[in-house]
């Protein structure tokens, strides 16, 4: 009888449990897992091909093309409100402060060109994010996880409207409340965070922990991202030590006292989500497993269904 190693063996327990995770959402809230099956039976390969093509010339956009997910759902649902351009008349989501570093429009544009192509008017632009973010985790080497697909597109966008996303300022009780707020318990706020385990920060966002009144701030640490914010307020900072894997890693930097956002640190400086923090550090299949369900259930926000939405012809405009 052949031996499967232990991490062989880890490996295929989450692959089976995501499954199962999947299956929990074939069909919520007026979507399913099949439903282009028969309206456009190639989106998924379609987006998958057009994903990986773009990670393969720019690891780092996989990183951009998760936090556009995260950022389209926070923000009036997930409706791809995050695309839409500013006009005259309006200044658009994708222009706040908060989302000035965002990348990766381009992958999206031409994923719906290729499926304008093959199947007009049938793919949303929101499912497109959503499926893009999930082709990014995998090839990043994180878990791989199914997602229910139908999502409408929304025509609301305003720059006012991205009050809603978390500030990297937030304890960790704020943070907690702040999810609980889009029904998420602590485990699944933390496990969300570990997007995290990808990309980088700018000087801007965590320059404030420098002046030396941040008590959670890890000395030597400090020094380190002091001598990234020497070159301006744009200079990047990796979250974590592999930050085009996606891994746990990002966790045992918590541990050390590495944590580049206040709001990364507190996770662990924090009683209420410190137990969270150690465990997915020890174990990165736990991690992978409530993640893959977290961000499926970040999909489901507020999504629009029927007269609700639109299909949009163009990802950056409504029709």
Same mark, same amino acid.
């Given at each position: 009888?052949?031996?499967i190693s232990m991490s062989k063996l880890m490996i295929l327990v989450t692959?089976?449990?995501?499954?199962?995770?999947?299956?929990?959402?074939?069909?919520?809230?007026?979507?399913?897992?099949?439903?282009?099956?028969?309206?456009?039976?190639?989106?998924?390969?379609?987006?998958?091909?057009?994903? @990986?093509?773009?990670?393969?010339?720019?690891?780092?956009?996989?990183?951009?093309? =998760?936090?556009?997910?995260?950022?389209?759902?926070?923000?009036?649902?997930?409706?791809?409100?995050?695309? =839409?351009?500013?006009?005259?008349?309006?200044?658009?989501?994708?222009?706040?402060?908060?989302?000035?570093?965002?990348?990766?429009?381009?992958?999206?544009?031409?994923?719906?060109?290729?499926?304008?192509?093959?199947?007009?008017?049938?793919?949303?632009?929101?499912?497109?994010?959503?499926?893009?973010?999930?082709?990014?985790?995998?090839?990043?080497?994180?878990?791989?996880?199914?997602?229910?697909?139908?999502?409408?597109?929304?025509?609301?966008?305003?720059?006012?409207?991205?009050?809603?996303?978390?500030?990297?300022?937030l304890n960790a009780s704020q943070l907690i409340s702040h999810f609980a707020?889009?029904?998420?318990?602590?485990?699944?706020?933390?496990?969300?965070?570990?997007?995290?385990?990808?990309?980088?920060?700018?000087?801007?966002?965590?320059?404030?922990?420098?002046?030396?009144?941040?008590?959670?701030?890890?000395?030597?640490?400090?020094?380190?991202?002091?001598?990234?914010?020497? @070159?301006?307020?744009?200079?990047?900072?990796?979250?974590?030590?592999?930050?085009?894997?996606?891994?746990?890693?990002?966790?045992?930097?918590?541990?050390?006292?590495?944590?580049?956002?206040?709001?990364?640190?507190?996770?662990?400086?924090?009683?209420?989500?410190?137990? =969270?923090?150690?465990?997915?550090?020890?174990?990165?299949?736990?991690?992978?497993?409530?993640?893959?369900?977290?961000? =499926?259930?970040?999909?489901l926000l507020d999504v629009k269904e029927g007269y609700r939405g639109q299909?949009?012809?163009?990802?950056?405009?409504? @029709?």
């Amino acid at each position: 009888m052949m031996l499967i190693s232990m991490s062989k063996l880890m490996i295929l327990v989450t692959i089976m449990l995501s499954l199962g995770v999947s299956s929990r959402f074939t069909s919520v809230n007026g979507l399913s897992m099949g439903y282009y099956l028969m309206s456009c039976p190639f989106v998924d390969p379609i987006v998958k091909n057009i994903v @990986n093509r773009a990670l393969q010339n720019d690891p780092t956009l996989a990183a951009s093309l =998760i936090r556009m997910h995260f950022h389209d759902c926070f923000v009036e649902g997930c409706d791809g409100s995050i695309l =839409i351009d500013s006009t005259k008349d309006n200044t658009a989501e994708k222009d706040s402060p908060a989302n000035l570093s965002l990348r990766g429009y381009e992958v999206i544009d031409e994923i719906k060109e290729q499926l304008e192509r093959q199947c007009p008017g049938v793919v949303s632009c929101a499912d497109i994010v959503a499926m893009a973010a999930r082709d990014a985790v995998f090839w990043a080497g994180g878990p791989f996880y199914e997602i229910p697909k139908g999502r409408k597109d929304g025509s609301r966008s305003r720059i006012e409207d991205t009050v809603n996303l978390p500030s990297p300022f937030l304890n960790a009780s704020q943070l907690i409340s702040h999810f609980a707020q889009r029904g998420f318990t602590p485990n699944q706020m933390v496990a969300l965070s570990g997007a995290h385990t990808l990309g980088v920060a700018r000087c801007i966002s965590f320059k404030g922990r420098l002046d030396g009144n941040d008590p959670l701030l890890n000395p030597n640490f400090g020094r380190a991202l002091s001598r990234t914010c020497s @070159n301006g307020d744009n200079a990047l900072q990796t979250f974590d030590a592999t930050p085009d894997n996606f891994d746990n890693v990002y966790y045992n930097a918590l541990s050390r006292g590495a944590g580049v956002l206040f709001s990364d640190q507190t996770l662990f400086a924090s009683p209420r989500t410190r137990g =969270i923090v150690t465990a997915y550090a020890m174990n990165q299949a736990l991690f992978f497993l409530d993640f893959q369900q977290a961000i =499926i259930k970040m999909g489901l926000l507020d999504v629009k269904e029927g007269y609700r939405g639109q299909v949009r012809s163009n990802c950056r405009r409504v @029709n």
